[in-house]
């Protein structure tokens, strides 16, 4: 018998993963609804749009931050569905699916309403609304870790719909112009962020994704169950609550920047866990290249489809996303 | 010899029902110490706590001749390995993966397994027989195979002491057998101590150095299996007819039930319970 060397399975998987999210970036670089040949799109990149063209612009200011920005809600979503599905041992628990994205959307709407205007400000609140939606699924579900399958589900569904409903409501009282635009809010996109607003956005996101690397084993421990992973010297509690509160954060985070984008925590874990096994060690990686690339090849898709303008990533998430739900409810009660 | 636990007037409460009372016994190290009892008599409870997993809301716990409350999660995870009763097993990970878990107390902080501790799971499969099962996944296994595997996880924690809760519960009786030669070897080639939850009276008494049978949260006996497998005692406690006479395999008592009549356990039950009181 062999168990192959850790270290050399997470390289081993991380590095095609890297090499299709590189793909994807670079597709997402050169494509658009102005074609261009690859050699004007290499000189505009290569230029640092110092050279003051169009395309350079176009790819500078328009096209980088939103491949940069789709890498990062993606992967950041992918671990959001990743760390909810460990601990609450439920395959089908997702940010988006559970309401923890509605509530962040919320408490964003409601931070940019009193008056917060960076990043930093309506992400604060944008936490608190997805700490609140996420306490109040627990309440519904009576807390603690083991819980059934169908009422988590129920919970979110209603906790989703009742945060859809705020937001909507938030947004017909207001005349402020940068929450107006409804459809952003409910069927997320990827195409109103800026160059700094992404930075601002990978600086605070890459703590949290190695935190939560660094509490992969602990949540492969969690699976075994809470008396077990607790015999295994683990604090359970304490390692849940840091679990929730970073892929809250970070999942409040990405919202704040894309709006609802529904799915992509549940479709990124489910196929690499098939391909890869269930061991987190592996699948926290993996989850953040995979996950970057998936929202990458998405927002191609939302670009390029539509026979006029763009549509909105959100619908081609959930048109993956939501057969892919309803094939693992089906497959759980068999 | 050392005390591997020392229990002392243990209490532990479910809100306000009391589910052990002033409980008081000691393990010694190297011991196979088997816990006895009807349904709802505490038995697992007390596991919770030996294991760290329940907090005692009076009297004290030592381990390894340290207050348990004094013990870190992760010390404790090298003193204590658990075999609870019943874990998940809708887990996809494979057999490999699980008892390679076992090791993660005495990880770094990447939680990287080496060299030595790969070996380490490896002799633990195959001291439990399951080292053809390695890619195996949990879930596709036969219940006598799960068991094994979770005893190699335990196993590859390399504890002083190894406790389980009914691991022969859903077993056929080879399989029980097998279960319990597995923790004598355990104890006689590598000195370590076992505490096992069982409710089969039979094999207690085959395998066990001490019995403790408990009733309602209290010590209904506690010695040898001479001492505490004795009809009236027995009677008193699950509350039905049964015959004890001689193993004739071993010098041990044996239980042998009587169907039919006497089998009301509840009522008989409460009357005990109230006297009790």
Redesign the interface.
Known sequence: ?R?AS??SRIFLVCTPLALILVIAAVLGLFLGTTYQSIADVLSAIVTKGRVDSTLATIVWRIRMPRVVLAILTGASLSLGGLVLQALL?NPLAEPYILGISGGSAVGAIAGMLLGFSQLQGVAFFSFAGSMAALLLILAITSGGMVMKKDSLILAGVMVNAFCGSIIIFLISLTQDRRVLNILFWLMGDLSMSSQTQVMVLAVLLIPCTVIIF?F??PM??L??????A??????VRRTSLVLLMTSSLMVSLTVCCTGLLGFVGLVTPHLL?LLL???H?VLVPACIFGGGAYLVFCDLLARILPAQGEMPVGVITAMIGAPLFMFLLWRSKR | MKQAVVVQDLNILYGKLPILRNVTFSVTEGEYFIIIGPNGSGKTTLVKVISGFLKPHSGSVEIMGRPLVAITRRSLAHAVALVPQSPPMDVPFTVAEVVLMGRSPHLGLLSLEGREDMEIAEQSMRFTNVSHLARSRLDQLSAGERQRVLIARAVCQRAGIIVLDEPTASLDVAHQLHIMDLMEKLRTEQGITVIMVSHDLNLAAMYAGRILLLNHGNIAGIGAARDVIQAGLLEATYGCSLLVDQNPFREVPRVTPAPGEFAQPDSLHRKVFLKQD
């Open positions: 018998m168990i850790l270290v041992r660094l992969a084993q492969n421990l699976l075994m169950g809470e008396e077990m607790g015999n295994m010297g683990l604090n866990r096994g269930p061991d060690r």
